[in-house]
């Protein structure tokens, strides 16, 4: 009995100990991407999936420049219509992702907001153009809230996919469970702003059209740890037709800048022939050739940022 009682509290220590340590580490992520072939619908935005496109992206070049504070992207894209004159629409993803854990409390329910918090807007100074000249876009917003309920003592686990679910979930169920009963549970929470910038682009028969972006952002150190992160997601350009026959993304330092880079792809480009990669002074060029990517595919990158450029 000894044992159990000690084997018991031993449990719910480690529990405890790794749950306050998850507590600490909020993990706060942003998404950058090509622009891609959207439709809107009652005021949502839907990725298209190319299959019944007829603009292609021929060609794109992305540079992305990394500086104290913000990096900055400029991204080309040529984009060529084999089909009869039409109207698209065209948008550009920004994702703000609150993913953490936390102890069961009535203020996960109660709290619970789709307000973005002003200092969390990490896209700066968007643009976009159309062949060279500049053009408006309108911005569409999404929220998305998921929470798993998870108990300790048997495993259960969970799921509610709203707002409006979690508050009757918390009236019903939670309002009246005990401290220890409480205890139990941790809440794996995880809330997603999904913005679009949105704009038209006419294309004339068999016509190809340049389009771009151009914004800063701020870097990410999610863990705390000293490192700062960005992030590119180039997979939206699974909606054109067919292949993406070339893409190039270079990715470089200042000068002077002596802090550590590191670049990363999804491991399935790591021994496939569609990307060139050239180490540069200061950064790296990244080429893909006539390839489809998966609409998650990003390049991810990291700077020690004890040894940033002051």
Known sequence: MKK????????????????????????????????????????????????????????????????????????????????????????FPHTFQNHRLESLDSSIFENSSNRMPEDSMFILNFNTFINDSLVAYKPFREYRTNMELRNSDNDEVITLKSPKHASRWWQRNGKGLSEQQRSSFYVNFKEDWLYWFVKKVNFQEDQTIKTAVEFKSKYIDPFYIGIDQGT????????????????????????????????????????????????????????????????????QFYIDATNKLE
């Open 4 to 91: 159990l009682i000690i084997t018991y509290f031993q449990r719910q220590a480690f529990q405890l100990c790794c749950l306050s340590i998850f507590m600490v580490l909020i993990t706060t992520l942003e998404i950058k991407a090509n622009d891609g072939f959207v439709d809107v619908i009652h005021g949502g935005v839907t990725l298209k999936n190319g299959n019944n496109a007829t603009v292609q992206m021929d060609s794109e070049y992305v540079e992305i420049r990394l500086d104290k504070k913000y990096y900055t992207v400029t991204a080309t894209f040529w984009l060529r219509n084999s089909g009869n004159a039409r109207t698209i629409q065209i948008g």
């Open 232 to 299: 590119y997601i180039f997979g939206s350009g699974k909606s054109w037709k067919g292949n993406i026959l070339k893409s190039v993304f270079k990715i470089s330092k200042a000068e002077e800048d002596s802090s550590t880079l590191r670049i990363e792809l999804p491991n399935k480009y790591d021994t496939n022939k569609v990307v060139q990669r050239t180490k540069l002074p200061n950064g790296e060029l990244l080429e893909f050739h006539n390839y489809k990517p998966d609409e998650s595919d990003k390049i």
